[in-house]
C-alpha cells in the first residue's frame, strides 16, 4: 500500500469509527426521541441524522461523482419540512452513503485527491480538490455528529455506546 493509501487507511478507520458510533446511538431511538431537539428553533436529532446523510450523498455523487443512483433518494432527506424517518432508516442511510465514502477513500490515489472539481454555491462557481471535499465531508460528520451526541446526552439518553474512548493503541 502506498503511503497515501495508508494515511487515507488511518483517517478512514476513525471515521469508521464515528460512523459506527452514530449507527448505534440512533438504532434503538423511538420517533419520539428522535424529534427531540437541544433548543427550540435548532434540528431534532433525527433531522441531524438526516442532514449528515444528505450531506455525504450530495457532495460524493454530485461533486465527486462516486455512488450509483442510489444515493439521490437522500437528496430531500436534509431539507426543511422532509419527512421524518425511522430509526432503521437513518442507520440504512448511514451505511449506504459510507459504504460509498469507504469504497472511495480505499481507492483514491495522491492524484485522486488533488484532482479537481467544479461546485456552484449561491451563483459562483468554486473550483475544489476531491480532497478537499472529503476533508469537508468528514469534519461536516463530525461537527454535526458532536451536536447529535449532545442533543442524546442533555436528554438523558445515551451518545456513544463506550463513552467516544477505545483503545487507541
Request: glycine share 10%.
Amino acid at each position: 500500500m502506498s503511503e497515501t493509501g495508508e494515511t487515507l487507511a488511518f483517517f478512514t478507520e476513525g471515521w469508521q469509527y464515528h460512523q459506527h458510533q452514530l449507527s448505534m446511538a440512533l438504532a434503538q431511538l423511538t420517533p419520539e426521541q428522535l424529534a427531540l431537539r437541544a433548543a427550540p428553533g435548532l434540528r431534532s436529532i433525527g433531522e441531524l441524522a438526516c442532514h449528515i446523510i444528505a450531506v455525504r450523498a450530495g457532495w460524493f455523487h454530485y461533486n465527486l461523482e462516486e455512488g450509483g443512483e442510489e444515493l439521490t433518494i437522500f437528496d430531500t432527506w436534509g431539507q426543511p419540512n422532509s419527512p421524518p424517518r425511522s430509526a432503521s432508516e437513518l442507520v440504512s442511510g448511514l451505511e449506504q452513503t459510507w459504504q460509498v465514502i469507504q469504497e472511495v477513500l480505499g481507492r483514491y490515489t495522491l492524484a485522486d485527491l488533488q484532482s479537481t472539481v467544479q461546485d456552484e454555491w449561491k451563483g459562483q462557481v468554486y473550483t475544489l480538490t476531491r480532497g478537499w471535499v472529503i476533508w469537508h465531508v468528514m469534519e461536516h460528520d463530525l461537527h454535526h455528529g458532536g451536536e447529535l451526541a449532545y442533543s442524546l446526552g442533555m436528554h438523558g439518553l445515551p451518545a456513544w455506546e463506550d463513552g467516544g474512548k477505545r483503545d487507541l493503541a
